[in-house]
């Protein structure tokens, strides 16, 4: 538990009921205890690298609210790192040395183009993934989003609809 504290620049003690909801849902397994430096520590485990949300029970309202929720959850905690590197100092700004990376784009894709893009996500999640172990350089995290953007009607294109 001390060593997920310090991953996720939390306190110990305000993740317990976290974990504790993660082992309820099978994602970690509690493989026991070790001595830590003062006192018994639990040791935890994922049952996998990556996961996948099955839907099988769940409507598609229900399976949408999921996606959103976990989405919002997500760039909430991306949130909170970079706001937690901007005030350690700890972000590069000069260009030369920059070691942060913040893109927005929106653009037209094909469905095919989408693929293309997709796949260079997965390639990105592979390398991350390649590097985890190691535990060489310092952590970095990193977020990649594709979603259909759709676009809502205009208030003028409204009222003229209702009436």
Do not use: C
């Not at 594709?146 to 003028?156: E, L, N, Q």
Request: aromatic share 6%.
């Amino acid at each position: 538990m001390a060593e997920l504290a310090v991953m996720l620049d939390r306190r110990p003690d305000g993740l317990y009921r976290h974990v504790d909801v993660l082992i309820g849902a099978g994602l970690v397994v509690n493989l026991g205890t070790r001595q830590g430096q003062r006192r018994q520590e639990r040791v935890l485990d994922v049952v996998a690298d990556d996961f996948a949300i099955a839907f099988s029970d769940l409507s598609e309202v229900a399976q949408r609210s999921a996606i959103e929720e976990t989405a919002n959850s997500v760039l909430r905690g991306v949130s909170r790192k970079v706001r937690d590197a901007a005030r350690a100092n700890a972000l590069q700004i000069r260009h030369a040395e920059r070691n942060f990376l913040l893109n927005y784009e929106l653009s037209w894709l094909t469905p095919e183009q989408f693929v293309e893009a997709r796949e260079l996500m997965f390639r990105l999640k592979v390398l991350m993934d390649s590097a985890r172990p190691r535990r060489q350089g310092r952590p970095y995290l990193t977020l990649t989003v594709a979603v259909p953007v759709v676009r809502k009607p205009r208030a003028r294109a409204r009222s003229k609809q209702s009436t």
